[in-house]
Nanobody
Framework: QVQLVESGGGLVQAGGSLSLSCAASGRTFSSYAMAWFRQAPGKEREFVAAITWSGFSSYYADSVKGRFTISRDNARNTVYLQMNSLKPEDTAVYYC?????????????????WGQGTQVTVSS
């Protein structure tokens, strides 16, 4: 059974940084693409960042490009999201997701497993 457990969320002032982690278990982590999505109150879930199985390629939403960095440590079965220069509009619940494919996608339907989410709140 695949489990994804996010951590690292919290409250931060605008301009600050946070680092999210997602620990995966249940199958061979290094074989699958990973992604981060987020959902703000009253809004639909949106893509944030994704990374291929090897970590060689990554993709970002335009709204976070240049500020967020996705990475993975296949030895630790963990994917990370480093968030810098945070803005109030980044406030959301952040979800980790795992695909059953090696390639990544910006589509939520590409991913089969989801974590429970971690709250990120950015104050102005």
């Amino acid at each position: 059974q695949v489990q994804l457990v996010e951590s690292g969320g919290g409250l931060v002032q605008a301009g600050g940084s946070l680092s999210l982690s997602c620990a995966a278990s249940g199958r061979t982590f290094s074989s699958y693409a990973m992604a981060w999505f987020r959902q703000a109150p009253g809004k639909e879930r949106e893509f944030v960042a994704a990374i291929t199985w090897s970590g060689f390629s990554s993709y970002y939403a335009d709204s976070v490009k240049g500020r967020f960095t996705i990475s993975r440590d296949n030895a630790r079965n963990t994917v990370y999201l480093q968030m810098n220069s945070l803005k109030p509009e980044d406030t959301a619940v952040y979800y980790c997701a795992q695909s059953s494919r090696r390639s990544a996608s910006k589509s939520g339907g590409w991913y089969d497993y989801w974590g429970q989410g971690t709250q990120v709140t950015v104050s102005s």
